[in-house]
């Protein structure tokens, strides 16, 4: 089955600077990458998702990169604020019938003010 | 309106009790979810539904059984409660095989 890793596991950052958070994974079948966003006590919300046919997407702050060949992805945040401050979950599934998605362990981001 | 709703949000029982968590998404969704999340925060899917149809079931405990009476609906009955049950049980659904899931709010699940 498919199998993710996520790091790092904690990261701090000042306000204003960048974050990276890179996932890898192990089947080479899947070609869906979401990335979930989670704040304290609440749901995880999806925030980006890529597919195999891209390498990379931006939405405002946000983008993420996808290296098939290396089997990574990463998530980048520009000009980080607090309120982006929350646990983030990389996930790899593929679209072949009825795909579950596996997560990644989550990255807790602190943005410091 | 709240798209993918459960109840209870909390749930404190004691050991050896059966207890159940309901959920419901008013998205048309076909396919839906329970997940587990633990301490360290770790999410780990459980069972997948598709129009009412067990289609994931991954290694849990024969004292987890899903119930959907509908494409709408996802029960989760937990028999003989054990303290490790203790974590937040979140429900999902999806529109599109799986990929772009919402969550429920989740529901805590403390056994004492």
């Known amino acids: 089955g498919e199998n993710v890793e996520q790091h790092p596991s904690t990261l701090s950052v000042q306000e204003g600077d960048s974050a990276v958070i890179k996932c890898t994974y192990s089947d080479s079948a899947s070609n869906y990458f979401p990335w979930y966003k989670q704040e304290l006590g609440k749901r995880p919300q999806l925030i980006i998702d890529i597919r195999s046919n891209v390498g990379e997407k931006k939405d405002q702050r946000i983008a993420v990169t996808l290296n098939k060949t290396a089997k990574h992805f990463s998530l980048h945040i520009t000009e980080t604020q607090p309120e982006d401050s929350a646990v983030y979950f990389c996930?790899?599934?593929?679209?072949?019938?009825?795909?579950?998605?596996?997560f990644g362990t989550g990255t807790k981001l602190q943005v410091i003010p | 309106d709240t798209a993918v709703s459960q109840t209870p949000k909390y749930l404190v029982t004691q050991m050896g009790n059966d207890k159940s968590i309901k959920c419901e998404q008013n998205?048309?969704?076909?396919?839906m979810y329970w997940y587990k999340q633990d301490s360290k925060k770790f999410l780990k899917i459980m069972f997948s539904y598709n129009n009412k149809e067990l289609i994931i079931n991954e290694t849990v405990p024969n004292r987890f059984s899903p119930k959907s009476p509908d494409k709408a609906h996802l029960n989760l009955h937990i028999n003989s409660l054990e303290l490790g049950d203790s974590a937040v049980y979140f429900c999902?659904?999806?529109?599109?095989?799986?990929?772009?899931?919402?969550f429920g709010q989740g529901t805590r699940l403390t056994v004492v």
């Open positions: 998205l048309g969704h076909d396919t």
């Open positions: 996930a790899a599934g593929n679209s072949g019938g009825y795909q579950k998605v596996t």
């Open positions: 999902a659904s999806s529109g599109d095989r799986g990929r772009r899931a919402f």
